[in-house]
């Protein structure tokens, strides 16, 4: 048994109708990724987690979108818990199913009413198609990056395949396909002039790579403050490492940031290194639940119909934006 996914909200052009599959991006429900696609193997990995600072610096470097996060989230005041459960409806696009399209509408519409007017005075909507496509197409890259970098590297084929998923996986929200490039060769130069002429070095890209202020995860409570500085130290010089060596050239030099010969060989090697580690690591102790569980029902280990996996009670929004429809929070 699975969801009834049939498109029953009225919706007008260039609209979002809450709660809906689709507000314009589609005339009926696409079909979801399945495990046969490459999307299933390189996204939702652990690993995935070594992009994090790469990834929400990258998406904040757009204008608008770095606005909207400046104006409107509660990223900075809860750091892990917000990466951590993000992670639970971003995959379920991409994992559940027949019920995709469900989980993309949902995402779609917490970005409802998050709209404004930056500090140089120019306006901004996050459901702007070209600011939320802008987001998607990092997701994307980061799946690039996870098979090149982590995975052993891609075949030209086989980033075409990627493309072509990304497409799919983009439709599950409804949203106008206006932005998406045509071709595997339209990303790339898409790409290239985002990271050249777009994307800006501002307050909340800055904020995602400076984690001197990151809080404590809530199950970290018991970790002495002295301790806990001592931990994100380490990690501030580890991640300006991964990170930056994952920039684009031209966003190296945007940010300020320089790149040796020898940086790269060993960004390359600690990419290998980490490879070779999951190659004999069980497949399934690498997957994030959300995908884990996607598995097990692909491959009837748990009724097609199972309720989806979602986030624990640890990683939850503070007690008082539960209740906001902008945050993901399940009743768990």
Not at 25 to 31: F, I, K, L, S
Not at 45 to 61: C, E, I, K
Request: proline share 8%.
């Amino acid at each position: 048994m699975t969801q009834d996914t049939s498109v029953s909200c009225p919706v007008t052009s260039g609209s979002v109708a809450a709660g809906c599959p689709v507000a314009g991006g589609y005339d009926d429900v696409p079909a979801p990724l399945g495990p046969e696609s490459l999307t299933w193997k390189y996204f939702g990995q652990w690993t995935g987690m070594l992009q994090g600072p790469w990834a929400g610096s990258m998406q904040n470097m757009h204008p608008q979108l770095g606005a909207a996060v400046q104006q409107h989230s509660i990223f900075f005041l809860e750091r892990m818990p917000r990466l951590f459960r993000s992670v639970y409806p971003i995959g379920g696009v991409v994992f559940d199913g027949d019920r995709a399209p469900k989980t993309g509408a949902e995402v779609r519409d917490y970005h409802i009413g998050i709209k404004g007017v930056d500090d140089q005075g120019r306006r901004y909507s996050a459901l702007n198609p070209e600011v939320f496509y802008w987001a998607h197409a990092t997701f994307f890259k980061s799946t690039l990056l996870a098979a090149e970098w982590l995975g052993g590297g891609l075949t030209e084929a086989q980033k075409r395949q990627l493309f072509d998923e990304h497409v799919t996986w983009y439709r599950m929200y409804g949203m106008s396909m206006r932005p998406v490039p045509a071709s595997w060769e339209d990303f790339e130069r898409y790409w290239d002039h985002m990271c050249r002429n777009v994307l800006e070095d501002n307050w909340a890209a800055r904020e995602v790579l400076d984690l001197s202020t990151m809080p404590k995860h809530p199950s970290l409570d018991w970790m002495p403050d002295w301790l806990w500085r001592l931990n994100v130290a380490g990690m501030q010089r580890f991640f300006d490492f991964t990170t930056v060596g994952l920039f684009d050239p031209a966003v190296r030099e945007l940010m300020g940031y320089s790149w040796s010969p020898r940086q790269e060989r060993l960004h390359r090697l600690f990419g290998a290194a980490v490879h070779q580690v999951t190659r004999v690591l069980p497949r399934r102790l690498l997957m994030h639940p959300r995908k884990r569980s996607a598995w097990d029902r692909a491959h009837g280990r748990l009724p097609a119909d199972s309720p989806l996996v979602e986030t624990p009670a640890r990683n939850l929004p503070p007690v008082e934006y539960r209740d906001d429809p902008h945050f993901y929070s399940p009743k768990v």
